[in-house]
Nanobody, 123 residues
């Protein structure tokens, strides 16, 4: 099992940027695909981005494409989410997750989750 710990959330003004980190430990991460999800109060968990650990292929939904960038540092076993041009509707708890196959966007198909980090974008 992979253990995941997010960091980097906070409060930012609309139009600003934040970078989230997800540190992975435990089982060999190179066999996984990794993803970011977010969940706002009263809403379902929403897929934000995914990266294939081996090879680095990425995928984004239209809602964040061009504004968010997912990346990973294999030497540090750490995944990142660079978020630019943030909007108030990006406000949510952001979670990183690991899946044993590529490409999955459904939260139920991810095997391991971090505890989440709050991102708040003020208008």
């Amino acid at each position: 099992q992979v253990q995941l710990v997010e960091s980097g959330g906070g409060l930012v003004q609309a139009g600003g940027s934040l970078r989230l980190s997800c540190a992975a430990s435990g089982r060999t991460i190179s066999t996984y695909a990794m993803g970011w999800f977010r969940q706002a109060p009263g809403k379902e968990r929403e897929f934000v981005a995914a990266i294939r650990w081996s090879g680095g292929s990425t995928y984004y939904p239209d809602s964040v494409k061009g504004r968010f960038t997912i990346s990973r540092d294999s030497a540090k076993n750490t995944m990142y989410l660079q978020m630019n041009s943030l909007k108030p509707e990006d406000t949510a708890v952001y979670y990183c997750a690991a899946a044993s196959r590529w490409l999955v966007t459904a939260a139920r198909l991810y095997d391991a989750w971090g505890q989440g980090t709050q991102v708040t974008v003020s208008s």
